[in-house]
């Protein structure tokens, strides 16, 4: 389902100047979640990729002259790689490079020498050929470990795993009490992800006197939790052009183990504009680094969806 219409290639013979073209450009498309997918699959007839291989086999660079040359090849394709998921055209995976980063353990951005050669490193251990340009190949693998993260068995939650949480702890503040419940232990992880967020004063939460969520804060607020099947299927009654990139037939949300949180912009808004500034925003940035550790793992597509999966985390 996947394809890249960017000749690799030819992007290496591109200046080294690339390198101060502006990182992020906000294309604007528009869908909603598409379901969990199988990871990307690659066409039939394989585009040209780069065969420069930039670090040798104990990780060392080869020559500056092909770490620059991989770095303006990322920038290009960052911006203008080309490829569908959930039936959605994707332009780019300027969306994904927190993410990204955090799987190359980099904090150095797309357009850098220190981008290229982490990936690299990251290819030669994933058994690629470590060019350090992040092509198809290297696309795909990811995403099939973003998605293999996430929660495998999506039965509905019985009723008694779910407690109901007080309106003060959602985004909307008139959410019917139905349709806030959450799974028990994953409510017990999001307290403790969200007391260890409010204790990192660089993302300015408002809190009350004992240390909690601030009623006029919204940030890190629950927008949605658990969802029964009757209620999803309504949701799709009204979006009845959303397809198999609407909301999805075997949702997460069914677990009540997956937890919508508003990191900034239109909650859940999938306009690539919208996800642009998300994932710019220092909450998003503290959950890409930390909600690992409390047993949360991402749905890549949508940077407001986060999937406890507790001690699977560990297995991954």
Do not use: C
Not at 21 to 31: E, K, N, P, Q, V
Not at 102 to 118: C, I, N, Q, S, V
């Amino acid at each position: 389902m996947k394809r890249l219409i960017v000749n690799i290639a030819a992007i290496l013979l591109v200046l080294p100047g690339l390198l101060v073209g502006a990182f992020f450009l906000t294309s604007i498309g528009r869908g909603q979640s598409p379901e969990p997918a199988k990871p990307l699959q690659t066409e039939p007839r394989r585009l040209v990729k780069s065969t420069i291989l930039i670090i040798d086999r104990v990780g060392k660079p080869n020559s500056d002259e092909a770490v620059l040359s991989a770095a303006a090849a990322n920038l290009a394709l960052s911006n203008e790689a080309v490829w569908t998921f959930g039936a959605k055209e994707q332009h780019g995976w300027y969306l994904y490079a927190p993410l990204i980063g955090r799987m190359l353990g980099t904090e150095d951005g797309p357009a850098t020498k220190g981008f290229a050669l982490a990936l690299a490193r990251w290819q030669q251990t994933a058994g690629f050929n470590p060019t350090g340009v992040l092509d198809e190949d290297s696309l795909n693998a990811m995403v099939g470990k973003w998605q293999a993260a996430r929660i495998k068995n999506r039965d509905v939650a019985p009723a008694e795993q779910l407690i109901t949480v007080s309106v003060t702890e959602f985004y909307d503040p008139e959410r019917l009490e139905e349709l806030r419940q959450v799974e028990k232990t994953t409510y017990t992880a999001y307290q403790r992800m969200l007391a260890a967020a409010l204790k990192d004063p660089s993302l300015r939460l408002v809190q009350t006197s004992d240390g909690k969520l601030a009623g006029t804060e919204k940030y890190l607020k629950i927008i949605s939790a658990f969802r029964s099947r009757e209620y999803q299927e309504k949701l799709r009654r009204q979006s009845p052009s959303a397809g198999r990139a609407g909301l999805a037939v075997n949702s997460p949300h069914f677990t009540g183990r997956a937890l919508d949180l508003y990191v900034g912009g239109d909650p859940v808004d999938t306009k690539d504009a919208n996800r642009a500034f998300q994932i710019r925003t220092p909450v998003y940035q503290w959950l890409v680094r930390n909600a690992e550790r409390f047993g949360f793992r991402p749905y890549f597509y949508e940077p407001w969806h986060w999937e406890y999966v507790g001690d699977e985390s560990k297995q991954q």
